[in-house]
């Protein structure tokens, strides 16, 4: 093990050293003072995009330690800095939410930044062991977080259900991998890429579809999306706002990783299963989302359609098509974020907003907040001129230069669907009566924060083109 080793890891050595920092000063503080924890989390995620950007890998660059378990590239440390941004964001958003419900514990804060150190190691992954390591060290903290209100029966039944559920899958795509390393003789993904063609095309397109099970579960894909509405209905509003961000910027890496870097010669049969999972999560997750009456589930339903928009990119299987997947996951974890953030703004003491009525004239309580949760929804639903619009397109014009015209006229026909339930919220903030007059209190730092993710809707969207810029320069 070299120093340019060592110094390639050194986000990720720094984030398990943080992780470990914030678990053990949560000993040593008095329940007054658990700020301090929540500023040493923020510290570090700061300190840890100050190390990542000194050494940002430049475009075509890419560089390969511990032998060949660990790729840093640029596609990996643009998505660890949107990492680092995203968990702040959440971290803000969740401060507000654990203090009303009496969940202010340090072992949040220490289970998400191992959540984070997860991302990290699977956006870097260079091997099937790394890409497993990510990920259960991903699964295993996001069980623990669902669990967190742990007298709340409905929280430690999503947390079996996910545990369970996610076991399995684990299981699976365990299997997949080594069946994989039977044919081929090695754990590095390039490795195997190479020598797939030399091999039993049968046995390997076999483990393939055990693979393509696991990254459909990981990301919520139909029919691998059994655990999503589940956990996000059952789990406190803080952890399904970490839940639904975080962990799909990591999917969307571990799908690259092992379907382009390690899987790359056998795209004809990857790109007809992600023909069927994108397809299936469009229409059934579109379709179900309209029928629900709890905006948790409903969000749930929602982002099984958008990952399946993020898979129309992927199956393009060129950088054009990469390039507007990793966009689209970019810009669907922003919005996210900034849903869940609303829902955590609306709730009170003990009690979550997690029905639609909760929305019923939001604009006469808080206007500027009624305007923020438009410009999400109408970036969700891909209305011109936000951020979400031109993910959409982007995709939709990749799976057109690939060939599938059949599929880009299914996307847009069930985006259209799609745009009914979120401009039903609309509809509820700004034509109902209020329930309510209560006041709405929460910190400014929440206020500033959720302000500008809503803004950053049609900010991103009105000057795209750097984003755009940024993933295209990703996979050059």
């Known amino acids: 093990m070299s120093m340019m080793e060592l110094k390639l890891a050194f986000p990720e050595i720094f984030v398990a050293t943080m992780a470990c920092v914030v678990l053990v000063a949560d000993l040593y503080v008095s329940e007054r003072r658990r700020g301090l924890v929540h500023f040493l989390a923020i510290l570090g995620l700061i300190f840890a995009s100050i190390i990542t950007g000194s050494h940002m890998a430049a475009e075509g660059e890419r560089a390969v330690a511990f032998h060949g378990t660990f790729v840093r590239d640029m596609m990996g440390d643009v998505l660890k800095q949107l990492s680092y941004l995203l968990l702040g964001i959440i971290l803000v958003y969740s401060k507000h939410y654990l203090r009303e419900f009496k969940l202010y514990r340090g072992e949040f804060y220490a289970l998400c930044l191992f959540a984070l150190l997860g991302v990290m190691v699977l956006i870097s992954a260079g091997s099937m062991l790394t890409v497993y390591l990510g990920l259960e060290l991903i699964s295993l903290s996001s069980y623990a977080l669902v669990a967190l209100n742990r007298d709340n029966t409905r929280s ?4 079996m259900k996910y545990f369970v559920l996610g076991s399995l899958a684990s299981g699976l795509l365990l299997y997949g ?4 390393y039977g044919v081929t003789g090695t754990l590095e993904l390039t490795e ?3 020598r797939v063609p030399w091999t039993d095309n049968l046995l390997a397109t076999f483990a393939l579809v055990f693979i393509v099970i696991g990254i459909g579960f990981k990301l919520g894909a139909v029919p691998f999306h059994m655990w999503v509405p ?3 209905h059952g789990a406190p509003a803080a952890v399904t706002l970490l839940i639904s961000s975080l962990p799909k910027l990591a999917a969307f890496a571990m799908a690259y990783r092992l379907l382009e870097n390690g899987m790359g010669p056998l795209q004809e049969h990857w790109e007809s299963m992600l023909i069927i999972l994108s397809a299936l999560s469009l229409i059934i997750g579109n379709l179900v989302a309209i029928a629900q009456t709890n905006i948790k589930r409903m969000l749930a339903y929602s982002t099984i359609s958008h990952m399946g928009f993020m898979l129309l990119g992927m199956l393009a299987g ?3 098509g990469y390039a507007a997947a990793m966009h689209y996951a970019i810009v669907y974890t922003l919005m996210s974020a900034g849903a869940f953030g609303v829902l955590i703004f609306l709730s009170k003491a003990g009690v979550e907003a997690e029905n639609l009525d909760d929305f019923k004239g939001l604009n006469q309580r808080s206007p500027w907040f009624a305007f923020v949760m438009l410009m999400l929804m109408a970036s969700m639903a891909g209305v011109p001129v936000f951020i979400g619009f031109f993910a959409k397109l982007l995709v939709i014009q990749a799976v057109i230069n690939a060939g599938h015209i059949w599929l880009a006229i299914l996307a847009v026909i069930f985006s259209v669907v799609g745009a009914y339930y979120y401009l039903r919220i609309v509809k509820l903030m700004y034509f109902d009566d209020a329930e309510t007059d209560q006041a709405i ?4 730092d929440f206020r ?3 302000s500008l993710n809503g803004a950053s809707m049609l900010v991103l969207g009105i000057f795209s083109n750097a984003l755009i810029a940024l993933c295209v320069a990703s996979f050059s």
């Open 156 to 159: 430690a039944e999503a947390a």
């Open 177 to 180: 991998m080594s069946m994989l």
């Open 192 to 194: 195997i890429a190479n």
């Open 230 to 232: 589940d956990v996000y």
């Open 318 to 320: 060129d950088a054009q």
């Open 441 to 444: 209190n929460v910190p400014m």
């Open 448 to 450: 500033a924060v959720l």
